[in-house]
């Protein structure tokens, strides 16, 4: 079935660290690709998305490149900030149909001074 | 700008109670979305009305029922809870030929005890 593999967390970084979050994909189709972040005690946000293949998203310094040949959607951030401390979801949804999006485990990223 | 709301945030039930969960969409968005995140856990679909018919049906309990009304807003309601139901269930809305934009409410904490 369809599916995203995210790397396993908690990544810890120190301030101005680069950032890699990996996303793998398997899907039936093409499938729009997303990355979501959720703070703690808040609901999802979306952070970027890409709808086809060699698509980049990008959004408040964050990164991530729609790779079919490799079916990756890695995360990355060149200079991460304390406040960039939360979990990130990476996603899909299919064409076609009622488009639900399915998660990945969520990877936490703690960002230390 | 208009989000999408839930309510209530916080709900404490007690063993084999009933609650209900709410939740109202961004005006003119034509789909509902219910996932349930356990502690630790990624999103889980559990399911979802399009012009207030059942569009999709995930991994939801046969305990659990739900509906959209005539104003787009939609219930989850859910019976004979376990403590296993605890968690936070978020609702989203998006239009069905919006390419993908989610837009997730800040989800209702359920604690059953």
């Known amino acids: 079935g369809d599916s995203v593999t995210q790397m396993e967390g908690p990544v810890t970084l120190s301030e101005e660290a680069f950032l890699t979050i990996n996303c793998t994909y398997t899907?039936?189709?093409?499938?729009?690709l997303f990355w979501y972040v959720q703070y703690p005690g808040e609901g999802l946000q979306l952070l970027l998305k890409?709808?086809?293949?060699?698509d980049k998203g990008s959004n408040k310094g964050f990164e991530a490149t729609y790779r079919k040949e490799t079916t990756s959607f890695h995360l990355e951030k060149g200079s991460v900030q304390v406040s960039d401390s939360a979990v990130y979801f990476c996603?899909?949804?299919?064409?076609?149909?009622?488009?639900?999006?399915?998660f990945g485990a969520g990877t936490r990223l703690a960002v230390h001074p | 700008a208009a989000g999408v709301i839930q309510s209530p945030r916080h709900l404490i039930k007690e063993k084999r109670e009933t609650a209900t969960l709410k939740c109202y969409p961004i005006?003119?968005?034509?789909?509902v979305y219910w996932y349930q995140q356990g502690p630790g856990q990624d999103p889980q679909f559990l399911i979802s009305?399009?012009?207030?018919?059942?569009?999709d049906k995930g991994s939801i309990p046969d305990r659990f029922s739900a509906q959209q009304f005539s104003d787009y807003h939609s219930e989850l309601n859910m019976s004979s809870l376990e403590l296993g139901d605890s968690a936070l269930y978020f609702c989203?809305?998006?239009?069905?030929?919006?390419?993908?934009?989610?837009?997730f409410g800040s989800g209702t904490r359920l604690t059953v005890v």
């Open positions: 989203a809305s998006s239009i069905i030929q919006g390419g993908g934009r989610y837009t």
């Open positions: 899907a039936t189709g093409y499938p729009s």
């Open positions: 890409a709808t086809k293949a060699d």
């Open positions: 996603a899909l949804t299919l064409s076609g149909g009622y488009n639900k999006l399915i």
């Open positions: 005006p003119r968005h034509d789909t």
């Open positions: 009305f399009y012009e207030k018919m059942q569009s």
